[in-house]
């Protein structure tokens, strides 16, 4: 499918250059809310999510469990692999349900530790919103 | 070793595989002590004996046997890997080390779970072997996890069944029925006492009849997340590590504190002799032992720091705290301190790099170590 992408971007260019105005039209890239960032960096650390995580945004090295980096692409992937048990068909629900309902899925690697992910309801709404923000654009 | 550490270090709960590809990472610790020892995976236990032997334990690598087990996570049956890998070793000066017995040793998570403590009772080594949780099934398939051994002949020989006292008494009153048999000391009476640093309780063991009974239990700590064996209250547990006898028939017990481990939220309790708990020493981080010294004052070994950024490199140290309660830092820089015990001329053999870094373990020697100078203790954010 990417590929398909790509074939359908060099078509529509080598188009718009036939005509002589080639329009820089980018696809815009929705800015970073920096301030919703900070504050999940906040309610990272608060929570000490950084004793069993490692993420290099929040300046954490925990390795108990896995690690935060590039949290965007490996959602999407868990999400995409047979052995997801979960619900969550997007990157942001699946970082939502893994904080607020861990058992629905354990990275395989991870399973019979007993060092678990303990579930984080008791948080308000905004904190978690802020912690999916923060992971889901790692 | 759950909650009980939700991360639990305990221990072996404290001593996890993922942890120790980090510490491979970290920087080399400077160690100004003889290493006596090396080579040991995941040593927990050391202890001198009247002979002034040293006993050491190394938790072995698992086996090529694959025993039964149910995942506590997912509740499905599976298998890990077991061996008599672990061994007891006894240590003089001079000498090369002797096999005792060798030890159960199980991989479970990463972990790699033997025996916790050795104490020699009249020439009779004394052990707290393994853990278990009843998330892994009812009945205990790994030989002799969840009790108190004694060794003969190089045999283990079941002294108190602490699986079974549990399931049966569940002592701390939560939904989490666990065991891990790991302090271990002889009181004034002959008896012995158990700290079961998943069970959170001090635990009173007859060798001869194996009657098994309850001392005291430890009142969980403030935690950060919601346990879910303590109705979801932002609580963790104590997990008490060891167990010092006194003469008047009262004890101090370390406490290691459940995850994630705040810095300061560690202590040594005093347990009367009926069994009343009060605070001794507060303000402590992750101590994983506790023995008294030649000069009156107890030593503890606390495992590391696990701040806000998480684990410190080498931020493991040994602790004087003296008749006040007020602690002071002997020994810092160590990484990952699971254990100690002193000789009677004030010599102090710490064990290092206590977790699942397959033969990084090592016994080193402090000679003098209770004559050397305090160092105020690290500033800290209140738990």
């Known amino acids: ?138 | 070793m759950r909650n009980k550490m939700l991360f639990v270090v305990v221990l072996a709960c404290l001593l996890v595989l993922a942890a120790g590809a980090a510490a491979q990472d970290m920087p080399a610790p400077v160690i100004t002590g003889d290493i006596i020892l090396e080579g040991l995976t995941s040593p927990q236990g050391v202890y001198v004996d009247s002979d002034g032997a040293l006993w050491v334990i190394d938790s072995g690598l698992g086996g090529e046997e694959q025993v039964p087990f149910f995942d506590p996570n997912t509740m499905e049956e599976t298998t890990v890997p077991f061996g008599n890998s672990g061994r007891l070793l006894r240590w003089t000066a001079g000498s090369d080390p002797e096999l005792i017995a060798e030890l159960p040793s199980a991989v479970t998570g990463g972990d790699f779970v033997s025996a916790g403590r050795v104490i020699v009772v009249d020439g009779v080594p004394y052990l707290t072997v393994g853990a278990w949780i009843e998330a892994a099934g009812e009945e205990v398939t790994i030989p002799n996890f969840g009790n108190v051994v004694r060794v003969e002949d190089g045999a283990l020989v079941p002294v108190a069944d602490l699986w079974a006292f549990e399931r049966a008494n569940n002592p701390d009153e939560t939904t989490n029925i666990e065991t891990h048999p790991y302090g271990i000391a002889a009181s004034p009476d002959g008896h012995l006492v158990v700290a079961d640093a998943a069970g959170n309780d001090l635990l009173h063991v007859d060798p001869e009849s194996s009657h098994v009974g309850v001392i005291a239990v430890f009142d969980p700590l403030p935690g950060v997340f919601p346990s879910p064996y303590r109705n979801n209250e932002l609580l963790t547990d104590p997990v008490p590590t060891q167990v010092v006898a006194n003469e008047d028939g009262s004890y101090y017990v370390s406490l290691l504190s459940g995850a994630p481990f705040i810095p300061g939220s560690a202590s040594v309790m005093m347990v009367s002799a009926d069994g009343e708990v009060t605070p001794f020493a507060t303000g402590l981080t992750m101590l994983t032992d506790l023995r008294r010294g030649p000069d009156g004052n107890l030593y503890a070994t606390s495992f590391g720091m696990f701040t806000q950024d998480g684990p410190v490199p080498n931020s493991g140290s040994v602790i004087r705290i003296l008749e006040d309660g007020s602690a002071e830092v002997v020994v810092d820089g160590l990484p990952f301190v699971t254990g100690l015990a002193l000789d009677a001329d004030g010599g102090a053999y710490v064990l290092i790099n206590g977790l699942g870094i397959p033969n990084a373990g090592a016994v080193v020697y402090y000679e003098g170590l209770t004559e050397m100078p305090g160092m105020p203790m690290p500033a800290m954010a209140a738990p």
Request: charged share 15%; hydrophobic share 40%.
């Open chain 1, 1 to 138: 499918m990417k590929y398909l992408y790509i074939i359908i971007g060099f078509s529509a260019m080598a188009l718009l250059a036939s005509c002589g105005t080639i329009a820089t039209r980018e696809t815009p890239t929705p800015a970073l809310d920096t301030a919703l960032i900070a504050r999940g960096i906040e309610v990272y650390r608060a929570q000490y999510c950084g004793s069993c995580h490692t993420l290099t945004a929040a300046n954490t090295r925990g390795t108990f469990a896995p690690s935060h980096d590039g949290m965007g692409a490996t959602a999407q992937a868990r999400i995409a692999s047979a052995d997801y048990s979960g619900q969550a068909t997007t990157v942001e629900d699946y970082i939502r349900e893994s904080l607020l309902e861990p058992a629905v899925y354990f990275v395989p690697e991870y399973t019979i530790t007993q060092h678990h992910m303990p579930p984080y309801g008791h948080l308000p709404t905004d904190d978690i919103d802020a912690l999916v923000y923060l992971l889901a654009n790692q």
